[in-house]
T-cell receptor, first 114, second 114 residues
Framework: NAGVTQTPKFQVLKTGQSMTLQCAQDMNHEYMSWYRQDPGMGLRLIHY???????DQGEVPNGYNVSRSTTEDFPLRLLSAAPSQTSVYFC?????????????FGPGTRLTVT | GENVEQHPSTLSVQEGDSAVIKCTYS??????FPWYKQELGKRPQLIID?????GEKKDQRIAVTLNKTAKHFSLHITETQPEDSAVYFC?????????????FGKGTKLSVKP
């Protein structure tokens, strides 16, 4: 099993550009989520999903969209990149039976917005 | 909403000493408390977790204790080794409809000096 994979590993964008961060998992997990990690701020939840066709907002959703058309994939879209979105982005997945369980993280995408 | 405070933000110990990291949470309905280790440039990985129906859990040199009354939980690492050097994050589950979600502390950078 590859676990949770993310692409790209690094990305530089100019202000106003849009892009999609890809995330996929091969563990048949219902729950998937996106976090951003900034120095001294820990991991903050952007969006999450508990199954195909179901998504919801986390702590810091503004400026980001998600969709979940399959169990395996959970892409994160930046609509109009801003310097404040410079961060490391992690995708995670877990088994979900109505309660929290171990989350498996992808390797991360380091995004710089100039 | 749920809030997680983590202390200290940095911790330096000599090899062989013990290290203790403490977290407090605000919502008494939280029922899952994982600890993640993140090495420099890597993804967070679960090292131990505990549910609210258990007071203590051990795995070799690592233990977690939970005090539900005081709403705090702690990570204990005994006989520390240089490879324990990393950033450690605590987290608590968010009660209610989004029960798969976690809120993370801001992290503790542990340095183990040989």
């Amino acid at each position: 099993n590859a676990g949770v994979t993310q692409t790209p590993k690094f990305q530089v964008l100019k202000t106003g550009q849009s892009m999609t961060l890809q995330c996929a998992q091969d563990m048949n997990h219902e729950y998937m989520s996106w976090y951003r990690q900034d120095p001294g701020m820990g991991l903050r939840l952007i969006h999450y999903s508990v199954g195909a066709g179901i998504t919801d907002q986390g702590e810091v959703p503004n400026g980001y969209n998600v969709s979940r058309s399959t169990t395996e994939d959970f892409p994160l879209r930046l609509l109009s990149a801003a310097p404040s979105q410079t961060s490391v982005y992690f995708c995670a997945s877990s088994y979900w039976a109505g309660q929290a369980n171990e989350q498996y993280f992808g390797p991360g995408t380091r995004l710089t917005v100039t | 909403g749920e809030n997680v405070e983590q202390h200290p933000s940095t911790l330096s110990v000599q090899e062989g000493d013990s290290a203790v990291i403490k977290c407090t949470y605000s919502d008494s309905a939280s029922n899952y408390f994982p600890w993640y280790k993140q090495e420099l440039g890597k993804r967070p990985q679960l090292i131990i977790d505990i549910r609210s129906n258990v007071g203590e859990k051990k795995d070799q040199r690592i233990a977690v204790t939970l005090n539900k009354t005081a709403k705090h939980f702690s990570l204990h690492i005994t006989e520390t080794q240089p490879e324990d050097s990393a950033v450690y994050f605590c987290a608590a589950s968010i009660p209610g409809g989004s029960q798969g979600n976690l809120i993370f502390g801001k992290g503790t950078k542990l340095s183990v000096k040989p």
